[in-house]
């Protein structure tokens, strides 16, 4: 079955920086496109980035644009997101989860992983 | 972007009720491009409703989608004890946006 683990989260300071994982297994990675999606805590859903299947196009949504960078290893199947110049609103809980289909646009997620929690504070 | 405005905020209701959950979009969402979630207590949302009306992979025949344009509903028939949770409602087709979810609660 799909499966979605996350890894990396953690505390950061202000200002600095952190590189979350997701190791997919259960299909085959490098036919899905894939996206970030946070959820601070007690809040809603908020998306952060997506990648093409090929990792040849990314998105991200226009409050994180330049500071979060979506990549993807798919020799390994894994997904990254790196995160600079972290903020107190960051603090979230990061989900990756899988698009439906190999298209980055136009399709929902159908898998989610756990999520990891990234916490950002002096 | 697309602001979604999701409907109530708290509903309170009884199992074996049936949920009528709205979501309306500030600007027109093609059929095609919107989606519901469920998300309970301390789980990772799961994927109900995609192209407004089809059911997810094991999604059961009681959550059923509906909606065009503007409006979109989720609508949860006999209320089962594991149904309640928070529902929301996205649209992918301008980007990705969120509704701010509707929590449904055991009256």
């Known amino acids: 079955q799909v499966q979605l683990v996350e890894s990396g989260g953690g505390v950061a300071q202000p200002g600095g920086s952190l590189r979350l994982s997701c190791e997919a297994s259960?299909?085959?990675?490098?036919?899905?496109?894939m996206h970030w999606v946070r959820q601070a805590p007690g809040k809603g859903l908020e998306w952060v980035a997506v990648?093409?299947?090929?990792?040849?196009?990314?998105f991200y949504a226009d409050s994180l644009k330049g500071r979060f960078t979506i990549s993807r290893d798919n020799s390994k199947n894994t997904l990254f997101l790196q995160m600079t110049n972290l903020r107190a609103d960051d603090t979230a809980l990061y989900y990756c989860?899988?698009?439906?289909?190999?298209?980055?646009?136009?399709?929902?997620?159908?898998?989610w992983g756990q999520g990891n929690l990234v916490t950002v504070s002096s | 972007e697309i602001v979604l405005t999701q409907s109530p905020g708290t509903l309170s209701l009884s199992p074996g009720e049936i949920a009528t959950l709205s979501c309306r979009a500030n600007?027109?969402?093609?059929?095609?491009?919107f989606a519901w979630y469920q998300q309970r207590r301390g789980q990772s949302p799961r994927l109900l409703i995609y192209?407004?009306?089809n059911r997810a992979t094991g999604i059961p025949d009681r959550f059923s989608g509906s909606g065009s344009g503007t409006d979109f509903t989720l609508t949860i028939s006999r209320l089962e004890p594991e149904d309640f949770a928070v529902y929301y409602c996205?649209?992918?087709?301008?980007?990705?946006?969120f509704g701010q979810g509707t929590r449904l609660d055991i009256k």
């Open positions: 192209s407004s009306s």
């Open positions: 990648i093409s299947y090929d990792g040849t196009k990314k």
């Open positions: 996205q649209q992918y087709d301008s980007s990705i946006t």
């Open positions: 989860a899988r698009a439906g289909t190999w298209a980055e646009a136009g399709v929902a997620l159908d898998h």
């Open positions: 259960g299909f085959t990675f490098n036919t899905y496109a």
């Open positions: 600007q027109s969402v093609r059929s095609d491009y």
